[in-house]
């Protein structure tokens, strides 16, 4: 190699070099896109409302679905089901929606939460949607029902959404939420002998409002009007659904592959004007590293792990249990001298040592500032076991 030709490659070599620090040192801009998409862990994603969507149902089977309603109607058994629909706009034609008609007539539950909805689908229950333009950008949510009403409301910033039900068949349907203007932002309607759950805030069920916003009650509590049935999660109506991509487009909607891609080019352009006159070796790739960046969210367990607020996580569990035991039984633990546990234990079928048990742990956690992680585990065991032994 003489001094000329290695003065090429050296030239080269620093551009390849340079390109890489840049790309290394760069920080990956956040992903704002309104996705509402289980798998994505970007803020307007659903990913950890997904991965603790057992905790409402029991462990019960959460089945994605990539089709649309009428195309899944044909697929399933004659068991009763929840549907739960989270988008942007929804928008079905009439052969779809006579299928959601049709489900909830049998008796399946449609929970829906949208900021649009557009067709026959808001014609046939008789409501439509307006916009609402709030000089402080805050929007504040709550619930009519007294033992899902929280003092304070729960307060939406960034996340905030400002549509609301600006027309209702009021005699057939049930109002559960409101905005802090008291327009309705959810309600309920029979249909046949199953109901329809509508509410035009989809925005409380993203990563950002359940975690940074630390919002997840509200958005479990809007769920849990749902019964305990194995459920289907929509994913076909999201704003963003994932077409079919040609290997081009897949590559340059990657950032890495991008960058790898426009490096290939530039280098293919280089050593064809280099190699204008003569024959060189060919230039050794250089494989940048692969830029790794910390996932933006984590589910609700595994920060409040990691924290180590053994406390707050065994208080979480107590309370959701609860919640079910209410809903299911009309029973509330949180009363312990209005509850007769042979009374509860008879009604849930669970064991009465059980129970008892279980309220000593909670009062004992209750008045303590921290517990260790044995007397979690333990207190997690017995809220398990009810759990299983509940009727």
């Not at 333009?133 to 409301?153: A, C, G, H, M, V």
């Not at 194995?230 to 109506?237: A, F, G, L, V």
């Amino acid at each position: 190699m003489n001094k000329k030709d290695r003065k090429y490659y050296i030239f080269i070599a620093l551009i390849l070099i340079t390109i890489i620090i840049v790309e290394l040192e760069k920080p990956k801009p956040i992903d704002w896109r309104f996705t509402l998409e289980q798998k994505d862990k970007i803020p307007y994603g659903t990913y950890v409302l997904f991965n603790t969507i057992n905790d409402i149902f029991n462990e019960k089977q959460i089945v994605i679905n990539n089709k649309t309603t009428w195309e899944l109607s044909k697929e399933q058994d004659e068991s009763l089901k929840n549907y739960i629909y989270i988008a942007e706009t929804f928008e079905i034609d009439k052969s779809e929606t006579l299928t959601l008609l049709d489900l909830a007539e049998k008796g399946n539950n449609i929970f829906i939460s949208s900021r649009r909805f557009a067709g026959l689908f808001a014609d046939t229950l008789k409501f439509a949607v307006s916009y609402a333009f709030f000089n402080d950008s805050i929007s504040k949510l709550n619930f009519y029902n007294k033992k899902l009403k929280r003092s304070i409301p729960y307060v939406y910033k960034k996340s905030a959404s400002f549509n609301f039900f600006n027309s209702l068949d009021t005699t057939n349907c049930e109002i559960l939420a409101y905005d802090k203007e008291k327009n309705v932002i959810f309600f309920r309607q029979a249909f046949g002998k199953g109901f329809f759950y509508v509410s035009t805030v989809p925005e409380v069920f993203t990563n950002y409002a359940m975690i940074t916003e630390k919002n997840y009650e509200f958005a479990y509590k809007m769920l849990s009007y749902l019964p305990v049935r194995n459920t289907i999660w929509d994913e076909y109506y999201k704003p963003f659904r994932k077409e079919k991509k040609s290997s081009l487009s897949f590559l340059l909607g990657e950032r890495s592959l991008k960058t790898a891609y426009y490096m290939l080019l530039f280098t293919i352009l280089l050593f064809v004007i280099f190699s204008a006159k003569r024959k060189q070796r060919i230039i050794p790739i250089i494989k940048p590293h692969k830029n790794k960046t910390t996932e933006f969210v984590h589910t609700i367990s595994g920060l409040y792990y990691k924290s180590k607020n053994h406390k707050d996580i065994a208080l979480k569990r107590f309370r959701y249990l609860n919640n079910f035991l209410q809903n299911k039984y009309n029973i509330n633990l949180s009363d312990k001298e209005g509850v007769n546990i042979e009374k509860t234990a008879l009604k849930t079928g669970t064991d009465s040592d059980l129970l008892k048990k279980l309220l000593f742990d909670h009062s004992k956690i209750t008045k303590l500032e921290t517990i260790s992680e044995q007397l979690l585990i333990r207190f997690n065991k017995l809220i398990e076991d009810i759990y299983n032994q509940c009727q």
